[in-house]
């Protein structure tokens, strides 16, 4: 009777500690800014939903918390860092509801973003916008990582980056390096207007993801013009194509190609039809880069008329 007694404390206890272990891991938790903008955004009515049932049935999935070890390189080190469920912690911790916690292990930063993006990939509720910057914020993420030759994998096949992804999700190559520009281009507005990249997300703002893109194709350039709204992703991308058309045009320092006057007609008739259909695309949509569009085949029917 005494060695059962004595087991059932010393099981007690071991409980009571494990209990009060998760309890400290808890308050401890850190949200970090990267892993955070990472997590599609929940519209307002999922976010509602979502938290009348944590208030009906509690927590019931756990959030998953990365204990980065002391010893990383990485200003994270010692930390428990939360790498899925930042709505279910926002939500439990504003209305104090329990939950609990299941505690993972990642070597570096990058391992922590690449489970996260391939994590929220499964789910099905994700708009093509999210998955676009997920699948582009991979390819980013790894296309930086394979610079660092200390941690590149010599016995990996070689076979490009936006290739080996492409198969993982199904989707052809190029729509990885469209979707890799289209990402870069979420951060830069992001960098100025955080609410409006999640809007852009959420799919309550609309705009057009080539313009988007165009943003990405700055991106290394340490793009520095803020973007505040809508109105400022169409005029930057605008600015962006128009100075890659004059650049073009500047560089141009061949002689001008004689054509016959069947070849001139049939180029004629070319830009006429660009041009009418990026006219159209402009007074529709209102569309800054089917101007530039426009003024780019102008230049182009000019030259041919004036040269030939």
């Not at 926002?90 to 329990?98: A, G, H, L, M, S």
């Not at 990939?121 to 610079?147: D, I, V």
């Not at 070849?263 to 695309?281: C, D, G, P, R, T």
Request: charged share 35%; proline share 3%.
């Amino acid at each position: 009777m005494a060695k059962r007694d004595k087991l059932a404390n010393l099981l007690s206890g071991a409980v009571k500690q494990k209990s009060e272990s998760e309890s400290q891991i808890k308050a401890k938790i850190h949200i970090e800014d990267e892993f955070r903008d990472l997590i599609p955004p929940l519209k307002e009515d999922e976010f509602a939903q979502l938290a009348q049932n944590i208030a009906e049935e509690g927590c019931r999935e756990p959030l998953v918390v990365w204990k980065v070890p002391h010893d990383a390189d990485d200003e994270l080190a010692g930390k428990y860092v939360l790498i899925d469920g930042h709505n279910r912690h926002k939500i439990c911790t504003t209305y104090n509801v329990d939950f609990k916690i299941h505690l993972v292990q990642f070597k570096t930063r990058f391992e922590a973003r690449n489970w996260m993006i391939n994590n929220q990939l499964g789910r099905r509720n994700l708009s093509k916008e999210q998955q676009a910057f997920l699948r582009g914020s991979r390819y980013n993420s790894e296309k930086s990582q394979g610079q660092r030759t200390d941690l590149s994998n010599s016995d990996q096949p070689k076979e490009s980056t936006a290739k080996r992804i492409a198969k993982e999700y199904n989707v052809d190559e190029k729509t990885i390096r469209r979707d890799a520009k289209f990402a870069e281009g979420m951060d830069i507005i992001g960098k100025s207007n955080p609410e409006l990249k999640q809007e852009i997300l959420k799919g309550k703002v609309k705009v057009n993801k080539s313009h988007v893109q165009k943003l990405g194709e700055v991106a290394k350039d340490s793009d520095e013009v803020p973007i505040l709204s809508v109105e400022d992703i169409y005029k930057r991308a605008t600015e962006i194509e128009e100075g890659k058309e004059e650049q073009a045009y500047q560089s141009q320092d061949v002689p001008t190609p004689q054509y016959t006057n069947e070849q001139i007609n049939a180029q004629i008739e070319h830009y006429h039809a660009s041009i009418k259909k990026a006219l159209e695309v402009a007074i529709k949509n209102r569309d800054r880069l089917a101007l530039s569009k426009i003024k780019a085949d102008l230049n182009q029917l000019e030259k041919l008329l004036l040269n030939n």
